[in-house]
């Protein structure tokens, strides 16, 4: 028998090559975010903003809710035209408009490293991260990070009226998390179903967060606490107690920031005027 007339050996990989190929790509089109699952993402981000948009610039509010939008817009168009290519943002163009948002709102603030300043970046970085979202994981990803901007209004008033502001998105992020562990191939479910169902696990969670906010014992301090912002630390308060005026002596924290017009002063010329003043005296 000539070599050419031998029988071939069963390559046992090349055929099972098309069926890993097969398998690999419907786990991955499965986990990828549907076009019901990127709404309801946007409109808990949306909620999410709205409460912390009074506390920030006009630009990075605006910019915040015009890249929730913009994403929105995208997924209509691609629904709207399904044989034409899906409309994507390169990575690259996305990591360098974070950058640019981090130098503007370093412009902006005059510092970058502070609670202000990086609270105004996470609000604007959650529309990036909404516009390059593609997996499930993804969506988990900006579930956490909606709560996390959720909680930025607190920083700056605890008051009943800002608790009211962030419950619709407190229901957003039960519909939302209900929407990504939706079956995929199952009958999607009502959004109104939906957000009951996160308002019905509120109402039967309300009587134990009741039941620890007057059993739990409070302590006087927190147990964590945000570093001071780079503001004015300076003043008398409505209440004074002994030892305040020497804390406010020995405190290190910023007491004011002085900009010239015209030509700056010599260091040594500030530091000597308070000398000369003195040997007046």
Known sequence: M???????????????????????AAREHASLLTPRQIPNLGVLLV????????????????????????????????????????????????????????FAIRKSYGYFVGRDPCVAFLFVLVGIKFLEARALRDGSLLVCLAIFLLITPFFYSQSMLAALAALPAVLAVGAALESLAHDSAAPPTPWRAAWRRSAAM?????????????????????????????????????????????????????????????????MAQLLAAPRRQAGHR
């Open 47 to 102: 909620a999410a903003q709205l409460p912390q948009a009074v506390h920030l610039p006009i630009w990075v509010a605006l910019f915040g809710f015009a890249l929730v939008v913009l994403r929105l817009v995208l997924v209509r168009r691609d629904r709207l035209r399904p044989l034409a290519t899906p409309a994507r943002i390169p990575s690259w163009a996305l990591a360098l408009f974070a950058l640019a948002i981090a």
């Open 2 to 24: 000539s070599a050419s007339a031998r029988p071939r050996a069963f390559d046992v990989r090349a055929l099972l090559a098309p069926r890993r190929t097969r398998a690999r």
């Open 202 to 266: 509120i109402a039967q969670g309300l009587p134990i967060a009741a039941a620890l906010f007057l059993l739990f014992p409070r302590l006087a301090t927190p147990l964590w606490g945000l570093p001071a912002d780079r503001m004015a630390a300076t003043g008398l308060s409505d209440r004074m107690s002994p030892g305040s005026i020497s804390e406010l002596a020995l405190n290190d924290a910023v007491a004011f920031r002085v900009d010239f017009d015209g030509a700056r002063r010599r």
